[in-house]
């Protein structure tokens, strides 16, 4: 079976892969558990996603022209990050719609971050080292004001950048894997506009 973010670019507004959704799907709980109100993306055959967390985390598929099948259930669970989750057919709308919740007694209730680069790109070291953290106080060639960090940071090699990184990971792993989640998520955003427009 192709599924809707498998199609081909003619037939979908947005085309993605299992990763990208992840990351459409992990936008829109952001976007909603910030504000509490459902979010929806429409993705390719006319399958809408509908996300809210006002009552608990809640997917809805429909789709104006038929029904979303379980296998799209299926698919939309796992990439949220949900090993456990049930189901529900509803009319949501007047539009027939399959409800897709996480298992409580799971404790995948929250979608997973996307796995980390272990050796990013030199750029994703240099916004890292330029971003504010405690790396930037405990170094020397780091506390330098804004424009003559960057300086610094333009100037240095591959080795160097690896070294600051696994240095930084070294004192303050959390800080760090947070950090270029953020980075890692914002490029992620951005690429997904990108290929909206």
């Not at 299992?18 to 799907?25: R, S």
């Not at 994703?124 to 170094?139: F, Q, T």
């Not at 940071?153 to 894997?177: G, I, K, M, S, Y």
Request: glycine share 6%; aromatic share 6%.
């Amino acid at each position: 079976m192709t599924l809707p973010w498998e199609d081909d670019p003619g037939d979908a507004p947005l085309v993605m892969g299992a990763g990208q959704l992840a990351a459409v799907i992990s936008n829109l709980f952001a976007d909603s558990r910030r504000d509490g109100q459902p979010h929806a993306h429409v993705c390719g055959h006319g399958l809408q996603l509908t996300i809210g967390t006002a009552k608990g985390a809640v997917i809805v598929l429909s789709r104006k022209a038929g029904e979303p099948s379980v296998e799209e259930a299926r698919t939309t669970a796992a990439q949220a990050g949900w090993a456990r989750y049930s189901t529900e057919w509803k009319v949501v709308q007047g539009l027939q719609s399959l409800l897709i919740r996480p298992d409580h007694t799971a404790p995948e209730d929250v979608p997973a971050p996307p796995p980390l680069d272990p050796d990013p790109p030199d750029e994703v070291i240099r916004a890292l080292l330029d971003a504010p953290g405690p790396w930037r106080e405990a170094s020397l060639s780091l506390r330098d004001p804004a424009e003559g960090r960057r300086q610094v940071l333009a100037n240095f090699r591959r080795f160097q950048l690896r070294d600051f990184l696994a240095w930084a990971r070294q004192h303050w792993p959390d800080r760090v894997a947070r950090t270029l989640l953020d980075h890692q998520l914002a490029q992620d955003r951005a690429r997904l506009r990108e290929a909206i427009r």
